[in-house]
């Protein structure tokens, strides 16, 4: 089984986000399990605006390109550049170590809008 | 359409493979993490289910001379037990597909004349195609030969690594190390009658072993050492500067002659085929575009259909293979250039997603002593 935390949010292409002040966004256990050995992440800057669902970034294993899509609209004020040279970090730990971005969300309320853990959970069953 | 399943399909999914289409089939691209399965191949030892690959025997009096007018190598240098590597090509001299081509040895030779038994791999999902022409020439050409698409008979593992021999030997006996590369003979692997070949796809020093469909799990089961998937096979291959049928040629996707293709030693112009007066053209015409290999000097990955570019930003070719290198840890690709741009060390652009990244030229295989 995969995990999924109960205190997240998530979309159903599989990111996650946390719903703090400051959120933390990555992609899930299940999504870094189907792409194989993540080998290369391009993120934006600090400072970039985020629209909710349209393309943020790239993740890709040795085999696959996958684009990400961010989960909520807001203004990226941290980038984990650990990624940069230590990509795997998103298979060892997606949830921790291998988060991808920080971002001051524009509406609280699209956190709603999101898949709850139970919910993802079913999808990805 | 339903794919093809391998005979091992289910055992492959109880040990927790992934699996992908390929050529028509359902075959396993990973079963522990690409990265595992590389470093078993090039550090110890690993073993690939290719029962995908197809298989196509031919035998009779004239089966030399058949194999000889559809192959661009020449089948007269094989004595039984040899294999050669070959194309296929048609009238233009565009290769329709990459293959070996063995000369059985006596013992897996069942006809009761002199003559040589061939069979010949063409990729996966190639084998009907590769049928009806054999069988269409062969008829045309008023040739005495039959020609059997075995495909579903023989299941096709590929043991690969520097442990591989030692497995191999173990499993098949000591004899199997008399062969020299591209060296094939019969042996008995759990009670099943195999033809065990010094052949392989990775670079590596290993065995190609092909078994009866039905004694698929118990010749599998006698290798002990890291299961591979498709996905460790082609970053493999790519580090070996190894062509990928559908992906670094495809007749109509990519259609490339041997010349083009670095493959101008599978060609003896010296025989009779399908396709030599063009490629003695192209031969001596030169060709306008070649195959090389490229590193990145900056972050990305090169992915298959991406765009090449001089320092001047000019088009002057395209990547047909790419991934990240898990020896090395760089980026790696294969693609067509200008030939004016072919040379090693040559700046040239990969466009990555919009972005013109730096590469250069390099020769293959990007592993050294391999």
Redesign the interface.
């Known amino acids: 089984m995969f995990e999924v935390p109960d205190d997240l949010r998530y979309m159903e292409s599989h990111e996650w986000t946390s719903t703090d002040d400051v959120a933390r966004i990555g992609i899930t256990d299940f999504a870094q399990d189907e792409l194989g050995d993540v080998v290369f992440v391009e993120l934006p800057d600090e400072g970039s605006e985020l629209t909710k669902g349209d393309e943020f970034g790239v993740v890709e294993s040795i085999k696959a390109v996958s684009d990400l899509y961010a989960p909520i609209s807001g203004t990226v004020v941290g980038v984990n550049e650990a990624l940069f040279d230590q990509p795997e970090l998103v298979n060892d730990d997606p949830y921790a170590e291998g988060w991808m971005l920080e971002v001051e969300p524009a509406d609280d309320g699209e956190f709603d809008e999101l898949l709850t853990a139970e919910e993802y959970r079913e999808q990805t069953e | 359409m339903a794919h093809r399943k391998p005979p091992l399909r289910e055992v492959h999914a109880d040990r927790g493979a992934k699996f992908t289409g390929f050529g028509g089939w359902e075959m396993p691209?990973?079963f522990d993490?690409?990265?595992t399965e590389h470093a078993a191949v090039r550090d110890s030892a690993g073993i690939f289910d290719v029962s995908h690959m197809s298989e196509i025997e031919v035998s009779g009096p004239d089966a030399t001379e058949l194999m000889q007018r559809l192959t661009t190598n020449d089948v007269t240098a094989l004595d039984p037990g040899d294999s050669q590597y070959s194309c296929i090509t048609d009238e233009s001299g565009v290769i329709l597909d990459d293959t070996v081509v063995y000369a059985l040895p006596d013992e897996l030779d069942n006809s009761d004349s002199a003559d040589p038994t061939y069979l010949f791999i063409p990729n996966a999902g190639h084998d009907e195609q590769m049928y009806e022409r054999w069988t269409s020439h062969r008829d045309e050409w008023g040739l005495d030969a039959a020609v059997d698409d075995q495909t579903e008979e023989w299941a096709m593992f590929a043991v690969q690594g520097p442990d591989a021999p030692g497995l191999v030997a173990d499993a098949a006996g000591s004899d199997v190390l008399d062969c020299s590369r591209f060296e094939a003979t019969y042996a008995e692997i759990a009670g099943a009658d195999c033809l065990v070949a010094r052949t392989g796809y990775t670079g590596e020093d290993g065995f190609e072993v092909l078994c009866p469909w039905d004694a698929a799990e118990s010749v599998w089961s006698e290798f002990d050492c890291q299961p591979c998937g498709l996905?460790a096979r082609?970053?493999l291959r790519i580090e070996m500067g190894f062509l990928l049928s559908g992906e670094d040629f495809d007749p109509e996707e990519e259609p490339r002659n041997p010349y083009e293709a670095g493959i101008a030693f599978t060609v003896d112009l010296d025989t009779e085929f399908v396709g030599r007066d063009a490629l003695e053209r192209a031969k001596e015409d030169g060709v306008d575009e070649r195959f090389v290999g490229l590193k990145l000097a900056e972050?990305?990955?090169a992915?298959h259909g991406y765009e090449l570019r001089d320092e001047s930003r000019e088009k002057i070719g395209h990547v047909t293979s790419g991934?990240?290198s898990?020896t090395l840890g760089e980026?790696i690709a294969l693609g067509y250039v200008r030939t004016d741009h072919a040379e090693p060390d040559t700046r040239v652009r990969v466009v990555v997603?919009g972005d013109e990244k730096r590469a250069q030229i390099v020769n293959t295989p990007f592993l050294e002593n391999k």
Do not use: F, K, L, N
């Open positions: 691209v990973e993490s690409i990265r996905g082609d970053t972050r990305g990955i992915r991934t990240m898990p980026a997603r």
